[in-house]
Each structure stands twice: as structure tokens, then as C-alpha cells.
């Protein structure tokens, strides 16, 4: 999902979205200015909206396995 994404879902602007969200609106504004959200919020915002956003799971990056 992209902040743009988020801001529409919560009415269209950051404070809104801060709000819904309970962060703040400068955290919104820094996702808008650096074009992405962290995947571990949009994992968290993918619950609260029951899956109505959806997180890029492609950003997941795979753990490595430990060799034993």
C-alpha cells in the first residue's frame, strides 16, 4: 500500500488518517515525502482495516536459515 493509499482510505487527508491510524500527522507526512510505509505498519494497518488495504508482502525480506 502507498501513503496515498491510506490518506484516501481515512477521508482524504493526514490528519485524518493520523487519527484513525493513532499516530501523528507528521508520521503521515513522512510516509507521503518518502513515497512508502514501513511493511510492519502496513501489516498493522492491513489488520485494523480487516484487510481492506493490503501490505506489499513482497517487500518482506526472507530471513536467512541458520545452518546447524
Do not use: H
Request: proline fraction near 4%; include cysteine; aromatic fraction near 6%.
Amino acid at each position: 500500500m502507498t501513503p496515498k493509499d491510506i490518506i484516501d482510505f481515512f477521508g482524504g487527508n493526514q490528519a485524518e488518517a493520523a487519527r484513525q491510524l493513532n499516530c501523528t500527522r507528521a508520521i503521515v507526512s513522512y510516509w507521503e515525502k518518502q513515497g512508502c510505509v514501513p511493511v510492519s505498519t502496513q501489516l498493522k494497518i492491513e489488520v485494523a482495516t480487516r484487510g481492506k488495504l493490503k501490505a506489499d508482502k513482497s517487500l518482506i525480506r526472507k530471513i536467512p536459515r541458520v545452518k546447524k
